[in-house]
């Protein structure tokens, strides 16, 4: 088939022509405003013409049928739903219609907050850190344990100092520099480590004693102690983290559910944590 189409993929005046036939009979959707958390029902009745094209619909970015009922649950923001009519002709871009538009709204008025101080996660997580770094055959937690500080935009900072028992050498230190970030949103608990760093630091009596040779060791101790600080972190240290902070969010939200006269089912819309406003809990009802 011969496409008049320029390399930016501008639809033929054919294509134009066969998605303007596109007849919408009915589309609602309902209701249209709900509680974070909420399901609305879609409804449409579409004519597609015959023409040489192959036309489909497109529904919320879902492909579906010229008529049917489809229901959506949203989360904590308001959308758009649109009807669209496609035409997807490859190698080229497919040219569309779209053929109504409804938005549905979600009113948080029901939304309460659980504000804690940024110590409900440091201190547990220090606790933690303080007993898994404390049973070690070959290493020891400096006196003080574990620094863990709370800091912007989810951000926790965390440096285990640890003195290495090196069999048949002098002792080394140990700081292991580790970063979380803590997020919540629709339910969920997201706590990521972008930063896993740990530093092999010999004395200098060890150089000396060694001709030098001491650096090229800790070097090595250092990409061995990467490899599995960042398999304990990713298996032992983040569920740990995760579990932790939704338990105080389940503890939450079951307390809104009982002192809530119609006993909703209460979700969390959104955490936040910080070291200025600690961390916030955000429990709306279903």
């Known amino acids: 088939m011969t496409d008049s189409r320029s390399a930016v993929g501008i639809p033929t005046q054919a294509e134009k022509d ?8 009915s589309f609602s ?3 249209t405003t709900v509680a974070p958390f909420g399901t609305v029902t879609a409804t449409w009745d579409v004519t597609i013409p015959d023409t040489a094209f192959d036309i489909a619909l497109i529904l919320h970015n879902q492909p579906v049928g010229g008529t049917g009922t489809k229901t959506f649950r949203l989360a904590t923001q308001s959308e758009s739903f649109a009807l669209s009519a496609v035409i997807n002709d490859p190698p080229l ?9 409804i938005r549905v709204g979600v009113n948080s008025a029901g939304c309460q907050d659980q504000p804690l101080p940024a110590s409900a996660v440091t201190v547990p997580l220090k606790e933690t850190l303080d007993s898994v770094f404390s049973s070690g055959d070959n290493f020891t937690l400096k006196d003080g344990g ?9 951000l926790v900072d965390i440096h285990v100092p640890l003195t290495i028992d090196v069999p048949d050498w002098f002792d080394a230190d140990m700081d292991i520099h580790i970063q979380l970030t803590i ?16 530093q092999v630091n010999f004395s200098l009596l060890s150089n000396l004693a060694s001709l030098g040779c001491t650096d090229a060791i800790g070097s090595g101790m ?8 960042e398999r304990m972190v990713d298996a032992e240290l983040r569920p740990v983290v995760e579990q932790r902070i939704l338990d ?26 910080s070291a200025a406003r600690g961390l916030i809990i955000t429990g709306c009802p279903q």
């Open 146 to 154: 574990s620094d863990v500080t709370a800091g912007d935009d989810g």
């Open 29 to 31: 959707v309902v209701p």
């Open 93 to 101: 871009p497919f040219a569309s219609r779209m053929l109504k538009t």
């Open 222 to 229: 250092t990409k061995m102690a990467y490899a599995f600080l």
């Open 183 to 198: 997020t919540g949103a629709d339910g969920h608990v997201f706590v990521a480590v972008p930063v896993v760093d740990p």
């Open 248 to 273: 105080q969010v389940n503890s939450f939200l079951t307390t809104l559910q009982n002192n809530d006269p119609q006993k909703r089912t209460f979700v969390m819309s959104m955490l936040i944590f």
């Open 18 to 25: 066969a998605l303007k036939q596109v007849r919408v009979n």
